[in-house]
């Protein structure tokens, strides 16, 4: 690699707020975007995750039995809600734990997680609400 391109390549890389064990970027606290949180929530699979890591309160990076989506697919997920700031990972060994930053976002977006968090515990989000509605009907 030349020197022109290691300074590009520095210069995309994003920028050391926070990191968790095994070098994982996470935004510091000052830095969570609300855009970037509502983005992250806006797909069912990842509310899927949020609740499980609610109810959980910590879950290896595998989404336990909340979705049917492939490994690849799953890492994608848990690196945009950890890119948004709603998740902090750590590996142990060969394992990844994640666990919601619930004290940093109540600190910058007072009410908003445990809003959702309720909401989702209150009635379930994706394929089994599809599959009680059409039951039901």
Not at 56 to 68: V, Y
Not at 117 to 133: F, P
């Amino acid at each position: 690699m030349t020197t022109a391109s290691t300074t590009k390549a520095k210069a995309k890389a994003k920028p050391r707020a926070a990191a968790c064990d095994g070098d994982l970027w996470v935004p510091a606290r000052g830095e969570i975007s609300l855009a970037e949180v509502m983005k992250a929530l806006g797909d069912p699979t990842r509310l899927r995750i949020v609740r499980t890591l609610a109810e959980k309160g910590m879950d290896g990076c595998t989404g336990g039995a909340t979705t049917e989506a492939s490994k690849q697919l799953l890492s994608h997920h848990i690196r945009v809600l950890r890119e948004a700031g709603l998740i902090e990972c750590w590996y142990e060994g060969r394992n990844k734990y994640a666990r919601l930053r619930f004290a940093d976002l109540e600190a910058e977006f007072p009410g908003l997680l445990a809003s959702v968090t309720s909401s989702l515990r209150r009635r379930r989000i994706g394929r089994s609400a599809k599959r009680r509605e059409k039951a039901a009907s």
